[in-house]
Structures are given as structure tokens and as C-alpha cells.
């Protein structure tokens, strides 16, 4: 493990950001956090949680696929892919990182998502222990451990301390990299810290929530239940929810007619959208009820059904303060028997 | 002449009864303006759409310009009186959202009025060319 | 995906002169639907149409673009080619290369780059193009005239020689209105009665006509060629099929003192009444506020000398169906209420007088049998003052007055001025002006006749008080060419107030939903080209109710009207524009934004079920374009958030395309 | 901080469900805390004794709920109505969106509703409870013992800072006492805005527009926004867009947004609540208000159930578009 004083904290990110663009969470001028590409004058933001999750760096909202040009009455097709440059992104929360593992298991398994797996070869995370969790944070049901985020580096952030471990080879290489700006010291100095964070763990609010009623096998228990209905009363549609989300990985393939050739992109899309999937019979889901089951079900059953058990909720909180009606997914695992009995 | 001389681009909506035939009537009149402009021609000026001068700047225009008949004289009686409304909103937020004010204009152009048609289509197009490229309301996927 | 051919006309050297059409051609050929292309000479020539016709036919052609000069000059032509190929005329497109292109710029390089972004904005429209019939609707050959003034009376006249049926709806007893008051008219002096009533008696005798006095008008339905009206009939407390206006009933009614409206209240009528001798119909009606055996059941002095047996005291009000093809507004004039002008003492004095009861005063018929009596003591006035634009072209005095010129108050003033001069030289008579405005045949001579042979005093200025003192009236006035004040003590003072519609105008605009100015009077559907047409399809205008007009003017426009309305009934189908408005029901808001922009009524609603996703039905309100009514203006079509609405043959997808095939 | 007790409106919705004189209450349900109310639709008195608040934290305005909940009844709607959601009641009705008859409107006076936000900014994360008190809150966290006492008025909802109107225009029913129409400093920051150059307006507005992630938020909950089918999801409108691909993709959306309902907003404010970017789209709709007042007269939408829009209406002397910065200026 590594030490590295908060005073030097600019000097590491200078070296980091010599060899590779490093990124961080930094004030968005609107009273919330977003990822920015460090600077000089940028400065890293203690925030608990970025209002985008950082999936954007790997699944951004909107990225060109291909483009075809009109030559005549001819269309030539263009390969448009080039090649990641490394990067590093700073102070990404347990949950957050948990959130890749999810969207790898989309995107990484056959097809892989060539996309996807450019960027994210690219990439070096550094996470960020949680030193004051919210009332919104029930990472702990998904076997997070905030006092122990994962990623290529783990970071805990004292006083006046920044403590960096790596756990890959791609964050030993970083570290090492670091070197002159860090000291050696023993594991067991974050310990206390780590003690803190736990014990905060157990007192927050939503500390009961419980997986044990969701995952493998319940799609039958939940798919007709009248919950949905008055659960999705209220829901307005929107795509808030999907697209705060570390873990929503849907996304819609469009073509954008330029005038001189067509622009192949692929967005966000989301699964509470009333055009989600439409396809030439028109929807598959065509109530606000059967869309939002989907949304829940996807995210409690049918994914660990498909995933070995991995649900695809890593209970960062963000669709609990951003959701325009309040409804979010730990009512609906409340409504459904979800709490530690 | 100089070859890389910055031409605007003018996309002009005018209403088929009167600025439509008033740019015929210049035209009949071999009264010059720009090349620059493009005409577009629309049953009223009430039938031009916010959504197609946004997608016109979208696509490149530099500048968008929408001709219909002089207040009173509307063939559909009050077409240019929501035209009038409308645009006025329109222009006065995209000034507001700090888009060039004088890229988008409004002017009434009867089927008599030939020499007033290309007085202001000269006009217009030199205002524009001296504004330059429309940068502010440009999607850089149309760039050619 | 159509199939496009494209011809570039040279038009001789108009286009070519300017434009390289062969690199036009030759660079539009690759455009997307493209399967032809070729210039030629005159395209409008029968060589040309030719070309197009065979190259339809040749080429199966689903769409053609003609680089040529204006639309306006030839789209109808190329429309009429397609045709004769066979392919619907709206699947053609115009791109405007010579006045809107060659004749306007002057080097070939820039012509041509233009005529190539012009051609091919045309052809990314076709490419959008849908072939579009008109609708038909048939015509009910039927004509309504609201309002039996001799504006009715000349449009159903007009309209009945053709040999449609017409129905005249007035709403006082009798038809004839304000003409019918009048003693003399301008610039001829013939008398008003003797002009007018020959033609009431026409109306009452032509088997194509039918009256409905004392009626109003209770509601419209429908639209052009499918008006679908209820007409009230107030109860007259008459049978009018058997009443022979003998006047014995009239001449019996104990109820003497009821203020007579046709004389505007100079004299009295009785309960029952007929309103003038050659009054049409020549019925009697008993005014139900008035009549003690209507409202206490005491008298039935008319039943009794009524030999016909026409009186019903228990008569209602009787409504009447009846579809019209078309309808003609003839609502009219009155003149603005007085009791604003405290300045001329009108409300304080019997003798300050209105022209039009001035009209009365000098008529045969009138309260005094035409000889020109002052109200208050029936004595001969000898100092007489006409004051004009009372209450008109008052910009300051909006909330009393009206901005407008009324029109015709300078002449009939002239008329009254020298016609008092004439028959009692002895009077003085004094015109207060503003300005005289006398256009119009022979009518600046006529007002220069009043000056120059009858001595009438004309003064450039405005009275500003009269007072009434012991039986004279002091009129203080100023005589602005002279520069002075002036005072003359009158005997009769006579406004010429100012005219307004009437005020059944408004509430039947709403009926008709034909627009109105602020001032109330009806819009036409264009100021200058469509002057006796409202802006709704199948609603005609005739007379003042469209603007203050004087006789001639008021049955020139009845004719005209007239004419509109035969050549409407005459035609079997109504063909409609086919470039109108259509409502996508499904995304539909039922907000009824569009109804409000619609200048023309076009757009209805109707609750409509829709099947749900969950397997239910659902009732949404949604519009409904009258194919008939709509002009094709698109208001709607912008006004439509959800853009349900669309015009067809200028849908926003095709404007868009042309939009990006310019800017590309 | 709210003046007629949550016990006033349950009683009452109580007893017109249970005598049958409704068939369902449109209110707001209970959350996980005090601060996360949901919308929800009661068809028993059970269910209100059990889960319905009201309290501080409803802010979310339900007349746009009754488009759709009124068509599923049979029977009659009751909804809770604040002044400021009675003015989108009108404007709904105005535009036939629902059936007047099957609502029963209960008028609730308002003290102003909290952001939940500006209130964990000031009394800190980890927030365990919440307690109402004659000034504001006082606020428990998990990481402090004592509570952090927060005054009401520091974390009012940006629509309830620049209140405009405490009156309700619209109801069956009023429970306690009607307030009156207020002058409210709303459009001071539109014309901060309008005295920037075009260049730092163009700025700002880059700034503000580019955080938008297109959720549509701000359209879904807007109760102007009520088209069967928007612009925006429509492949066939020439405007469909899901992602603010570029920065022209943001600009055309939320201008042709404030454009669609311009005349038709009255203003309440939800588009800037439910923002979870925080973007103060509030500001152009007040952009159109403040210029329709300046340009045609001063109008409230919403205000008079049937008024005529400014955008569906014209005099003949009405303002030239050249003149609209003359006017301005002015």
C-alpha cells in the first residue's frame, strides 16, 4: 500500500495525467459532481456520487458506429472505430465499480461489444472508499463493501492522507508510476478507517433491504403480481432512472441523415420509453405498467437468472434522488417482500 | 474575383400570394440579389414552422428569412397576423439563448412589391455575410 | 420510392441564357427517385408536354420535376400534362429556375449551381408527394338571406331569376329596413318608396321566395353547400296565411299609445299593428308587451273584428328546418345610440333630431304627413343647423364614437339641406363640416348644387354645444375657415350620427363562424379581390353589414352577392382545394388550438373511440377537418403541438426535405 | 410549515370515498422518508389512513395525473390541488384534456414546498430523520446526534421562492383560508439573463444545456405537455431525437419545448423541480411569459378556465418581429 499526502494531491494528479488523461469528479456549476478531465485549476470533488455514473466512459450516451457516404446513386461505408488512448478515472465509488462488472457481462460476452472493449482496455480505475454514505445507499445488499472498493487502484482518503492500493497489474504499473510521490506503508493503516465505514454501513436507513425473495428462479412469483400496477401509478415515463444508472445498458441504433451521407450512432435508450424496442408490429411492452415491471424485473430476476446470480443493481441510491415521482427500486423490492426479515 | 469569398447560405420561406409572387415579380423586373438565397415556397407564412428554421440553421443555413403578405392583406385573412406572433416569440429566444438576432427576420413583401423583394433579399444576405458562418446554432454532423 | 423524371426548360434563352440546363440535368439525374431526365426548348409548348407524356409513359414515371419559371405561371399546365399521362396532377413539382433564378442572377456559374439546389429541393419533395383528389360534396340549391333591407331584398331577387329557391329571415314584421324609412334618396332625389316597395312586391309575389318576418335566425350548422339552419319564428299572434292586412283590427286596438318604431318613436302605434302601409307581408302582428289580452287575458277586441278569424292569442314561437346551400349576411345598419353626446343635447330636447328621424319628418308617411314640423310644438323651423360626423371619425371619442367614416352622411345631409331649402326657402340652413366627401357619381355635383343653387350655409368646423333655451336651441360652434366663434339660435338641430351593424351582427358571426372586425362589421375574404365573400366558404356579404355604404353601392354588392351565391347553387358537386389540413387522430390532443387559429371554421370535434393496448376502449376528443371549409393556409398545422395536424401537399415532411436539400 | 393539517385533507377525502361521492383520491402517498412522496391514486380509506401525507415535501403537482386517471373511473376523481397546480387544472381544462365533471377538486393553501436537495446541502447526507417545525425543519442525521435546525425559507423549491400566486383559481372545495396573487420577483433572472451580451448568453446557456442527458423529465411531468404523441418521439415529425447527440440536438429540444407550450405554461414550475441535472428550464418559459406580457399584454395561463392563448390570438396592432427588441430595450 501506498501513501501519498493531500498536499501533493495536484502533483499526483499532474503525473498522472503525463502518461495518460486522467479524469475525476469535479463541480458540474449546478450543485452536483461530473466527471471532468483533470487540469490544472480542476479540483477533485469529495462528492459521494456524480450525477452521471461513470458508465459514460465506456457506454456513452451517444457514440458514431459507422457512416456510409453517397457517391451518385453508390454507398460506400466507413469504419469510423479508432483506437482508445489510455486514461484514468479518479474516485469511483464501490458501487460504481461493481456497475462495470455488470456492463462488462453485456458487453464483453459473445458479440463482444468492440466498442466497449476498446475503452475499457483503456482504462485505469482508481476507486474511492466511502467515507460518508447516505440516507440513499444500500450498496451493502449487493455484497458491496464501500470500505473496500474494487478497481485497478483502491483509494481511502483521510484527513490528510490519500492511501492507494492496486489489486491489478494495470494499477501496480500505475502506482509504480507514482512512486516519487507516494511512501510505503502497511495495509493495516485503513483499517480504522475501514472499521468507520462499516459501522456506518449498518446504521443507514435502508440497511434492511434484503435480495433474498429476487434473483434465480421468481420470475413466475412477481410477473403477475398486482404490485406492478400501483407501484407504476405515478411513473411518468421518463427516462431519469435509466439514464442515472451505472448498471441501465440498453440503447437504441439510429441512422442521422447529414445531408451528404448518414451518420450510424448508437443512444441511450430506455426501457420506460413508450418506443422502447418498437419494431415493425410496433411495441413489445405498450403499458406504462409492463414497462416499468420490465425495468425491475430486469434488473432483480431475469439478469442474475442470466448472470449467475449478479443482480444488476448496485444500490448507489442515484435513482432514489432523482426520480421526478419518488418511486425508485427500493420501494419496489419493499413492496415485493424485499427486507431482511 | 477571389475564390474562397464566404458565401451565405439563405433559406427564404415566402408565402405563395403575395412574397412568392413579389420575388417573381423581381425576378420579371431582373431586379439582382444574391444567389445566396433559396426560396421556399409556402401556402401562407402562418404554414412556416419554428421546427423548419431550426432544422434549416441545423443544416447549414446562415441565415433564414421568412416573407409573407403585409398585415390586412393575408390571403387567409389572419395567417401573417400568428406569423407575426409567433416569429416575434421565436426570434426574441433565440436572442435570448445568445443566438445572433440578425440571422432571423421577418418582412412583408406584397405581390407588388418586386423591387422590394430583392432590396431586402440584398440587404439580408449582406447582413448575414457580414455576420459570417453560423456557428451558434450549427450541428457539426452536416458540416460537408 | 417514386419514380422521377426531371425536364429543364430552356425557355428559350430566358433560362438558358443564364443557366447551363444541360449541367442541370445532367446533375440531377443522380438525385435519389431519379429515373429520367432531359431539357428541351419550351417544355410548355405541346412538344414539350409531349416529351413529359411519353416519358411517362416510357419510363413509368411516378413523379415529375419541371425546371421551369414561376408555379404561378404554369404549374396548372404541367398539372394538366400529368394528367393526360395518367398520373395524378398533384405528383408534380415546379422548381422556379428562371424568375427566381436566371432572371435574377447574372453569371451562369452561380445560375446554375442555384438551378441544380433548386431542382433538387423540388425533387425531395416529389419524392414526399402523394397523389391527392379533391373532395366532393354536393349543394343544397338553396339560398338563405339573413336580413330583408334592400340588400336582402336585391340578393334574393337576384338569386330567385336565376331559379334558385331563396329565404329571406328578417327580423322585424315586415322586410324593406332602413330604406324603407328614407323619404328621398341621393343624388337623383327619387323617391325611396317608390323605388323600393315595386321591388318588396316582387319579393312578396315571386313563387322562388319565401319570407320569414319577425324571425331570427336561431342556429347554424354545416357548412358551404351543406348549411343546416334553425330558423325562429316569433309568435305574431296573427295567422299570416289568412290576415288580408285589411287594418280593421288596428284601427279597434284600445292600446293607442305604443311608441312607433318605423317612426322612431315621433308618433304612436297600437298594440296591433302593421308597421306601414306597403308593408311585406302585409300582415298584421300584436306586439305582446303592449297587448292587455296577452298579458291579462282582458280585451280580444281584434278577435272579434277580425272577419278572417287570423288573430291566435295562442300562437308560439315555431321553429324551421331548412338546409341552405348558401348563406348572405344582410344584417345592416343603425345608427349609434345618442346618450353619450351630452354635447348636443339630444336627450334634453325634442328638436335635436337624427337624420334619419329628419327622414321620417319629411316623409308623406311620417308623423307629420311630410311637412317639416318641429317635434316639441309642431311648429315650422325656420333656423335650421345639420351637424356632421357625429360620433364618426372620432380617433378620440373610441368609447362613445366610432374611428370610421361613416360614408354616407355628407351626401344624405346635402339631400336633407337642399331638400328643406327647396320647400321652405324661408329657412336658414347651416352644414357644419369636417370635410365633405362626396366621390361617387354625380355626388360632388349634387353637394355643389346644395351650395351654389339652394344657398345652403356650409361651415368647415365642429359644433360644440347645443343648449336649449326657452324654445330656440343655441348652437355654439366654430367656423374654422373664418377663424371664429359662432353662435346661432336654432330651431332644429339634426345630427348625422354615425352607423354601426346591427347588433344581431356579432352573435350570428359566431353562428356563421365568419370573422368580424373590431368594429363588428364582416371581414371579407380579401379586402380588394374578394370583396362579397366572407372568409367562410358558402357565407356571402351584402350591404352595410360589411361597411357603411350608401344605396347604389349596398345593391351593386346584393348583386354581386347575388352572383357568387348562383354560381355556388348552379354547380351540382362542390370540388374542393386538395392542399387542406388532416388531423392524425391518433395523435390528436382534442386541445382545440387548431379550431382557434382556423380563420375559416374548418375544424371541428368529435369524441371518438380508440382501442387501448390494455384491451379497453377509450374516448378522446379529436378534430375533424372539413374538407369543404378548409382554404389550405396550414395556421393549424404550426399551431398543432403534437404535430397531429398536416397540410396536405405542403406537409411539414416534404417542406423539411426541401429544407435539407437546399442546405446540403 | 403548512398551515391545514394533513388530517384536515385525509378526513375529508375520507368521507367522500367512504359515502361514495368519489370513487378514488388523487394525493400523495408516504415514501421511505419524510422527503420521497409519490403521487398515488386511493380507493379506500384504508389505504389514506394508512399512507397519505401531506407535508412539506409535496411538490409535485397532480393535475397532470387527471388526463389519464379520469379516463380509467367511472366515478369521480377527488385531487388535491395547490394554488399554483389549481392555475395547470385550468389550463388543462381549458384545452379539454380531462372531464371537468369527474373531478372533485379540493383546494389546499400552500406555504411553499422544500427541495430536498437544498436541504441536504445544508443539514448534510445521511439524513435519518426529519421533523416539521414553526420555521423550517430540524434535521437528524446518522452522523451527528444533535439535529441541525434548517429555516424553511433557505430550501424552498425554486417555483415556491418566486411564488406567484397563493390564490386558487379553480376548485370545488377549499379547505382554510384563499390567498391572494402575488407580486413575485420571478422574472429577475430572465432579465439578468437579457442584460448579458450575446455572447455570455450563449455561454450560459451552452453551460446549462449541455449537462442535459434527455431524459425527458421535464416533458413527461410538465402538465402542458400532454400530447398522445410528442414531437420528439415521433419518427415522422422531422424533430425526433432521443439523445442530445450535439449541442444543436439540446437547443432545438428545450426551444422547441418552451415554444410548444409558450402561452400555455402557467408557470408552475415542475421542469425545473424534476431537472436531475438541474438545468433552470424554468427560465425560458419565462422568457415567453415576460415577453407575451411586454408584447401583447399581461396573461396568465390558466388563470380563467377558456381564456384564449396569446399564441392562437392577435390584434391588427400587434408588434413587429423587428420591433421586439426595440421593445425590449425599452
Request: contains cysteine; proline residues 4%; hydrophobic residues 35%.
Amino acid at each position: 500500500m501506498r501513501k501519498c499526502s493531500l498536499s501533493k494531491l495536484t502533483d499526483l494528479f499532474q503525473k498522472i495525467n503525463e502518461s495518460a488523461s486522467l479524469y475525476l469528479p469535479a463541480t458540474d456549476n449546478a450543485g452536483g459532481a461530473v466527471y471532468t478531465k483533470w487540469a490544472d485549476g480542476v479540483e477533485y470533488l469529495d462528492v459521494l456520487n456524480t450525477v452521471r455514473s461513470p458508465k459514460d466512459f465506456f457506454f456513452p450516451q451517444s457514440e458514431n458506429l459507422m457512416e456510409f457516404k453517397l457517391k451518385g446513386k453508390n454507398i460506400e461505408i466507413l469504419d469510423i472505430r479508432e483506437e482508445s488512448e489510455d486514461f484514468v478515472i479518479f474516485g469511483v465509488r464501490a458501487c460504481d465499480v461493481k456497475s462495470f462488472e455488470v456492463l462488462d457481462r453485456v458487453f464483453l460476452s459473445e458479440p463482444v461489444d468492440s466498442y466497449y472493449q476498446n475503452r475499457r482496455a483503456h482504462a485505469v480505475i482508481i476507486s474511492m472508499a466511502c467515507m460518508r454514505p447516505a440516507d440513499t445507499c444500500f450498496c451493502t445488499a449487493f455484497g458491496i463493501d464501500a470500505a473496500e472498493p474494487a478497481g485497478d487502484v483502491s483509494a481511502w482518503k483521510t484527513e490528510c492522507d490519500l492511501y492507494l492500493k492496486a489489486n491489478t497489474e494495470k494499477g501496480a504499473q500505475l502506482l509504480a508510476k507514482l512512486s516519487n510521490l507516494t511512501e510505503e506503508c502497511d495495509d493495516s493503516e485503513v483499517s480504522p478507517l475501514q472499521e468507520k465505514i462499516r459501522n456506518i454501513m449498518k446504521k443507514l436507513p435502508l440497511e434492511g433491504i434484503s435480495l433474498e425473495n429476487f434473483g434465480k428462479g421468481k420470475t413466475k412469483e412477481y410477473f403477475d403480481s398486482p404490485l406492478w400496477t400501483e407501484l407504476s401509478e405515478a411513473c411518468l415515463g421518463c427516462g431519469t432512472c435509466t439514464f442515472v444508472c451505472p448498471t441501465c445498458q440498453c440503447y437504441d441504433i439510429k441512422d442521422f441523415d447529414t445531408g451528404s451521407g448518414v451518420i450510424r450512432y448508437r443512444c441511450w435508450d430506455s426501457c420506460m420509453y413508450s418506443d422502447f424496442t418498437k419494431m415493425a408490429h410496433g411495441n413489445s411492452r405498450n403499458t406504462q405498467v409492463e414497462r416499468f415491471r420490465q425495468r425491475f424485473m430486469h434488473k432483480l430476476v431475469y439478469y442474475p437468472e442470466n448472470n449467475d446470480g449478479l443482480f444488476s443493481c448496485v444500490g448507489c441510491g442515484r435513482c432514489l434522488s432523482k426520480c421526478p415521482i419518488s418511486m425508485n427500486i427500493v420501494k419496489v423490492m419493499k413492496a415485493l417482500g424485499g427486507e431482511k426479515k | 474575383m477571389q475564390v474562397n469569398e464566404y458565401k451565405p447560405l439563405i433559406v427564404a420561406f415566402c408565402c405563395n400570394w403575395c412574397s412568392y409572387a413579389g420575388a417573381d415579380l423581381a425576378g420579371n423586373n431582373r431586379l439582382n440579389y444574391p444567389a445566396d438565397v433559396k426560396i421556399i415556397r409556402v401556402p401562407c407564412s402562418c404554414r412556416v414552422n419554428p421546427m423548419f428554421i431550426l432544422r434549416a440553421f441545423q443544416r447549414g443555413a446562415d441565415g433564414v428569412i421568412i416573407c409573407g403578405c403585409h398585415p390586412g392583406d393575408c390571403h387567409y385573412t389572419s395567417g401573417n397576423y400568428y406569423t407575426r406572433r409567433r416569429m416575434a416569440l421565436l426570434f426574441s429566444m433565440l436572442d435570448f439563448l445568445g443566438i445572433e438576432r440578425e440571422r432571423t427576420r421577418l418582412e412583408w413583401v406584397s405581390a407588388a412589391e418586386g423591387a422590394k423583394f430583392a432590396a431586402t433579399m440584398n440587404d439580408f444576405a449582406e447582413t448575414v455575410a457580414a455576420l459570417g458562418e453560423n456557428k451558434r446554432l450549427e450541428d457539426l454532423r452536416c458540416k460537408k | 420510392m417514386q419514380r422521377i423524371g426531371v425536364f429543364v426548360c430552356w425557355c428559350g434563352s430566358n433560362i438558358a441564357g443564364t443557366v447551363d440546363v444541360q449541367a442541370v440535368s445532367e446533375a440531377l439525374k443522380t438525385e435519389p427517385g431519379v429515373v429520367f431526365f432531359t431539357n428541351y426548348q419550351y417544355m410548355c409548348s405541346q412538344a414539350g408536354q409531349d416529351i413529359i407524356i411519353d416519358a411517362v409513359k416510357e419510363h413509368n414515371l411516378t413523379g415529375i420535376v419541371v425546371c421551369s419559371c414561376s408555379p404561378r405561371m404554369h404549374e396548372a399546365t404541367f398539372r394538366k400534362t400529368a394528367a393526360a399521362a395518367g398520373l395524378n396532377p398533384y405528383m408534380v413539382e415546379i422548381a422556379n429556375i428562371r424568375e427566381q433564378c436566371s432572371w435574377v442572377h447574372k453569371d451562369m456559374a452561380s445560375g446554375t449551381e442555384k438551378a441544380i439546389i433548386l431542382g433538387k429541393a423540388a425533387i425531395a419533395k416529389v419524392n414526399l408527394n402523394a397523389p391527392l383528389t379533391p373532395g366532393e360534396s354536393p349543394v343544397t340549391k338553396r339560398a338563405l338571406v339573413i336580413g330583408g333591407g334592400i340588400a336582402g331584398i336585391q340578393t334574393a331577387l337576384d338569386i330567385a331569376d336565376a331559379g334558385f329557391p331563396v329565404d329571406i329571415v328578417e327580423t322585424k314584421p315586415t322586410i324593406g329596413g332602413k330604406m324603407a324609412q328614407l323619404d328621398k334618396t341621393f343624388p337623383t332625389l327619387d323617391c325611396a318608396a317608390c323605388i323600393l316597395t315595386p321591388k318588396m312586391v316582387d319579393v312578396a309575389q315571386n313563387d322562388k321566395i319565401r319570407i320569414f318576418s319577425y324571425s331570427e335566425v336561431q342556429e347554424i350548422k354545416g357548412f358551404v353547400g351543406n348549411f343546416d339552419v334553425t330558423i325562429k319564428k316569433k309568435a305574431r299572434f296573427v295567422k299570416e296565411e289568412i290576415c288580408t292586412g285589411c287594418g280593421a283590427c288596428v284601427e279597434k286596438c284600445p292600446m293607442k299609445k305604443i311608441p312607433n318604431e318605423f317612426n322612431l318613436g315621433m308618433d304612436n302605434r297600437r298594440a296591433i299593428y302593421i308597421p306601414f302601409a306597403q308593408a311585406v307581408p302585409k300582415v298584421a302582428t300584436i306586439d305582446p308587451s303592449a297587448c292587455n289580452m296577452l298579458k291579462n287575458g282582458k280585451c280580444g277586441v281584434c278577435s272579434k273584428v277580425c272577419t278572417a278569424g287570423a288573430i291566435d292569442y295562442t300562437q308560439k314561437d315555431e321553429f324551421i328546418n331548412e338546409k341552405y346551400g348558401a348563406i348572405v349576411v344582410a344584417t345592416g345598419f343603425n345608427p349609434i345610440s345618442m346618450d353619450k353626446f351630452d354635447e348636443y343635447a339630444y336627450n334634453q330636447s325634442k328638436d335635436v333630431i337624427t337624420s334619419l328621424e329628419f327622414e321620417r319628418l319629411t316623409n308623406a308617411a311620417g308623423p307629420t304627413q311630410g311637412k317639416l314640423l318641429r317635434p316639441s310644438d309642431l311648429e315650422h323651423p325656420h333656423t335650421i343647423v345639420f351637424v356632421q360626423c357625429v360620433g364618426s371619425r372620432c380617433a378620440a371619442c373610441a368609447e362613445k364614437g366610432k374611428e370610421y367614416c361613416s360614408k354616407i352622411c355628407c351626401m344624405y345631409t346635402a339631400k336633407h339641406a337642399m331638400l328643406v331649402r327647396d320647400k321652405y326657402p324661408d329657412t336658414e340652413v347651416y352644414v357644419f363640416y369636417i370635410d365633405v366627401r362626396t366621390p361617387g357619381k354625380n355626388f360632388d355635383e349634387f353637394y355643389r348644387r346644395a351650395v351654389e343653387e339652394y344657398g345652403v350655409k356650409y361651415i368647415k368646423g365642429m359644433v360644440g354645444k347645443v343648449t336649449p333655451e326657452g324654445n330656440k336651441l343655441k348652437v355654439r360652434a366654430s367656423d374654422l375657415i373664418a377663424g371664429k366663434q359662432l353662435n346661432i339660435d336654432a330651431d332644429l338641430v339634426v345630427l348625422a350620427v354615425a352607423i354601426e351593424p346591427d347588433k344581431s351582427a356579432r352573435p350570428l358571426a359566431t353562428m356563421l363562424t365568419a370573422s368580424m372586425d373590431t368594429n363588428d362589421f364582416f371581414t371579407e375574404a380579401h379586402p380588394k379581390l374578394r370583396p362579397v365573400e366572407s372568409p367562410t366558404a358558402g357565407v356571402f356579404l351584402s350591404g352595410a353589414c360589411q361597411g357603411p355604404k350608401d344605396i347604389p353601392e349596398t345593391v351593386s354588392q346584393a348583386s354581386a352577392a347575388a352572383s357568387k351565391v348562383i354560381g355556388l347553387l348552379v354547380k351540382d358537386k362542390l370540388k374542393g382545394n386538395p392542399c387542406i389540413a388532416s388531423a392524425n387522430e391518433l395523435m390528436c390532443n382534442g386541445c382545440s388550438t387548431c379550431a382557434n387559429v382556423c380563420p375559416y371554421g374548418a375544424i371541428t370535434y368529435i369524441d371518438k373511440e380508440f382501442p387501448m393496448f390494455d384491451r379497453t376502449m377509450q374516448t378522446r376528443r379529436v378534430a375533424q377537418v372539413n374538407p369543404a371549409v378548409c382554404q389550405g393556409c396550414g395556421a393549424c398545422t404550426v399551431a398543432c403541438m403534437s404535430g397531429a395536424m398536416d397540410l396536405r401537399g405542403f406537409a411539414s415532411s416534404q417542406i423539411i426535405a426541401e429544407v435539407d436539400a437546399i442546405c446540403r | 410549515m403548512q398551515k391545514v393539517n394533513r388530517d384536515v385533507l385525509l378526513e375529508k377525502a375520507a368521507a367522500m370515498l367512504d359515502a361514495g361521492e368519489v370513487q378514488a383520491v388523487l394525493g400523495w402517498g408516504a415514501g421511505e422518508f419524510a422527503y420521497d412522496v409519490t403521487p398515488r391514486v386511493f380507493e379506500t380509506s384504508d389505504e389514506l389512513r394508512a399512507d397519505f401525507v401531506w407535508n412539506d415535501f409535496c411538490g409535485a403537482n397532480l393535475s397532470k395525473y387527471l388526463v389519464s386517471k379520469t379516463k380509467k373511473l367511472e366515478g369521480k376523481l377527488l385531487v388535491f390541488l395547490k394554488p399554483c397546480d389549481t392555475y395547470s387544472f385550468n389550463q388543462l381544462l381549458t384545452e379539454h384534456r380531462f372531464e371537468r365533471e369527474k373531478v372533485y377538486a379540493v383546494a389546499v393553501p400552500c406555504e411553499g414546498m422544500a427541495d430536498v436537495q437544498k436541504l441536504k446541502a445544508l443539514a448534510g447526507d445521511g439524513i435519518s430523520s426529519i421533523e416539521s417545525t414553526d420555521s423550517g425543519f430540524s434535521v437528524t442525521t446518522i452522523y451527528d446526534d444533535a439535529p441541525v435546525e434548517v429555516k424553511g425559507a433557505d430550501v424552498l423549491l425554486e417555483k415556491c421562492a418566486n411564488c406567484k400566486s397563493r390564490k386558487h383559481v379553480a376548485y370545488d372545495e377549499l379547505l382554510g383560508d384563499e390567498g391572494e396573487v402575488l407580486d413575485s420577483n420571478r422574472f429577475d433572472e430572465v432579465e439578468r439573463i437579457e442584460a448579458m451580451t450575446s455572447e455570455e448568453r450563449f455561454a450560459f446557456w451552452q453551460g446549462e444545456l449541455s449537462r442535459c442527458i434527455r431524459c425527458n423529465a421535464c416533458r413527461d411531468v410538465c402538465p402542458a405537455c400532454t400530447c398522445e404523441k410528442c414531437v420528439f418521439d415521433n419518427p415522422n415529425s422531422g424533430a425526433e431525437n432521443k439523445a442530445p447527440t450535439t449541442s444543436f440536438e439540446e437547443q432545438m429540444f428545450h426551444v422547441i419545448r418552451a415554444f410548444h407550450v409558450a402561452g400555455r405554461c402557467t408557470d408552475c414550475g415542475e421542469c425545473s423541480r424534476v431537472c436531475p441535472q438541474n438545468i433552470p428550464l424554468h427560465l425560458l418559459n419565462r422568457k415567453f411569459i415576460k415577453d407575451i406580457n411586454t408584447f401583447y399584454g399581461e396573461y396568465q395561463a390558466g388563470a380563467e378556465e377558456g381564456s384564449r392563448a396569446p399564441l392562437v390570438d392577435y390584434t391588427l396592432e400587434d408588434l413587429e418581429a423587428e420591433d421586439v427588441f426595440k421593445k425590449e430595450a425599452e
